[in-house]
């Protein structure tokens, strides 16, 4: 059940790479600490489960824009780390072009009294 303030993972899904990329572009990261990032960003609205969260990692390694290396944090604990690739920059940035031409064209598709709550 979806609280009011959550957003569904369907309307997500195609936009995991863009939150994975943006938390990357400040530095690198190992998943549960992205995870919690992406949270904050979207102040509570989503939480990234964690087999989307390891099979976005894995597809984005794939294709190149994304590098992994072992690392440690506090605490001795080991960790993989996951870094933007300059082709990850680049995948950022055209995903970040896609969605400024995707949101206006959704938007046409909300009626006049739902934007205002349906009043």
Known sequence: MNNANTISSDVIRGYID??????LCDDDSYGYEISKKITEISQGAYNMKETTLYSA???LEK??????????????RERTYYTLT????ELYAQKCAE??????????FILEDEKNGGN
């Open 99 to 108: 969605w400024r031409r995707t949101a206006p064209l959704i938007e046409s």
């Open 57 to 59: 990692f894995s597809r």
């Open 86 to 89: 300059p082709a990850g920059y």
């Open 18 to 23: 863009l939150m994975i990329l943006r938390v």
């Open 63 to 76: 294709s190149g824009a994304l590098s992994s290396y072992p690392g440690t944090v506090t605490g001795g």
